[in-house]
């Protein structure tokens, strides 16, 4: 079996220990996340492995939104002695603020495979649209 060792990574976990970076509902950790727009939604994905459903709040109040998630220990019996603990655990938010152009009554959310997707329109206000000229057609001739 081969093992690697990454020094940093392994002070970065003894730091977050010793220290209880670990977040909590008063101080939570940032999630990561990316955001793109796909054709007339804007479309984010937050990394949330391990988390489910019932511990994720989605919120949005005017154009802020707020997503928090808990990743709570598992379960284990009296006899499982833990070898080797890194995936964090505790609370995660993230708060965006949105645009005036989303459309934020029709936010759809899904969850697959540890990554939560919102997909918030874009509001027909915002849309590019053609604009017509009015006017008649008949010219006159000005004579002084």
């Not at 909590?24 to 391990?50: C, E, N």
């Not at 995936?87 to 540890?114: C, H, K, M, N």
Request: hydrophobic letters at 40%; a negative charge.
């Amino acid at each position: 079996m081969l093992m690697r060792t990454d020094p940093f990574r392994e002070m970065d976990r003894i730091v977050q220990q010793l220290s209880g970076t670990s977040g909590t509902w008063s101080k939570p950790s940032v999630m990561p996340m990316d955001a793109y727009r796909q054709g007339d939604a804007y479309v984010i994905a937050f990394d949330l492995p391990g988390v489910s459903t019932d511990a994720i709040d989605i919120d949005v109040e005017r154009n802020m939104l707020t997503v928090k998630a808990e990743r709570r220990p598992a379960e284990k019996s009296d006899s499982v002695q833990m070898e080797l603990s890194e995936r964090p655990l505790g609370v995660f938010s993230r708060q965006i603020v949105l645009a005036d152009t989303l459309d934020t009554e029709r936010i759809e959310a899904d969850y697959d495979a540890g990554v939560l997707t919102l997909r918030i329109p874009i509001a027909e206000r915002a849309k590019p649209r053609k604009i017509v000229i009015g006017g008649t057609s008949d010219r006159k001739q000005i004579s002084g």
